[in-house]
């Protein structure tokens, strides 16, 4: 079973600054996906990614999947308070893409400061 | 459109009674799966359901029962409750890709979580 491990555990910036968020895992992910979570609610799926070296990008927000497919950095340009929340990851392994062998890191918890 | 729905939303229990955690969902999709999210530990996978009257253990199992009767429904049973099952539920379902067209995982959806305390 990987392990996924996310750095930092919590950060707290200001409205305008830039951050770069990790996922880490010494196993070999099929598929990565990255979740926003807030208070009260489910998380919800920001983006996929599958090939090692893919870069997606959503607005401010900056997906890479490690060339080995072991790692991926999410970085946000210019953070809004609104962007405030609970991120995860979540890695399979295999060739199936069944979502029952998911496994999700414990999150960063983010907070924007207006 | 409701997606998925969990009721309740927050329940507090003695140690040793049951209850049922309820999930409905409006998507008409096959797959349907329990998490429970606990602190520094991320989601971790209960039971999932790959179509409606088949079900099967996910990571942690142990203490649990499910249920799906509808393709609508999954069903989360506690039948003896412990605190160690104190926790935040989810419930998500996803869609079936046909295998010729895989080559990612399906996004989950998920509810807003049900909030249980044992004691």
């Known amino acids: 079973t990987q392990l996924l491990e996310q750095s930092p555990q919590f950060l707290s910036i200001q409205e305008g600054e830039n951050l770069t968020v990790y996922c880490n895992s010494s196993s070999v992910f099929s598929s990565l996906q990255w979740y926003r979570q807030e208070p009260g609610e489910g998380p919800v799926l920001l983006v996929t990614v599958v090939t090692g070296g893919e870069v997606k990008k959503l607005k401010r927000l900056t997906f890479q999947f490690g060339d080995a497919r072991k790692d991926s950095s999410l970085h946000i340009t210019a953070a809004q308070p609104g962007d405030t929340g609970l991120y995860l990851c979540a890695g399979a392994d295999g060739d199936r893409y069944n979502n029952n062998d998911m496994r999700f890191g414990a999150g960063t918890r983010l907070t924007v400061k207006p | 459109n409701a997606g998925v729905t969990q009721t309740p939303k927050f329940r507090v229990l003695k140690t040793g009674q049951s209850m049922t955690l309820l999930c409905a969902q409006d998507m008409n999709h096959e797959y349907m799966y329990w998490y429970r999210q606990d602190p520094g530990m991320g989601l971790r996978l209960i039971h999932y359901?790959?179509?409606?009257?088949?079900?099967a253990k996910g990571e942690v199992p142990d203490g649990y029962n499910v249920s799906r009767l509808k393709k609508q429904n999954f069903l989360l049973g506690l039948e003896s409750a412990a605190p160690s099952q104190t926790s935040v539920y989810f419930c998500?379902?996803?869609?079936?890709?046909?295998?010729?067209?895989?080559?990612?995982?399906?996004?989950?959806?998920f509810g807003d979580g049900t909030r249980l305390s044992i004691l």
């Open positions: 359901s790959v179509g409606e009257g088949t079900t």
């Open positions: 998500a379902s996803s869609s079936h890709r046909p295998v010729r067209t895989r080559h990612s995982n399906q996004p989950q959806h």
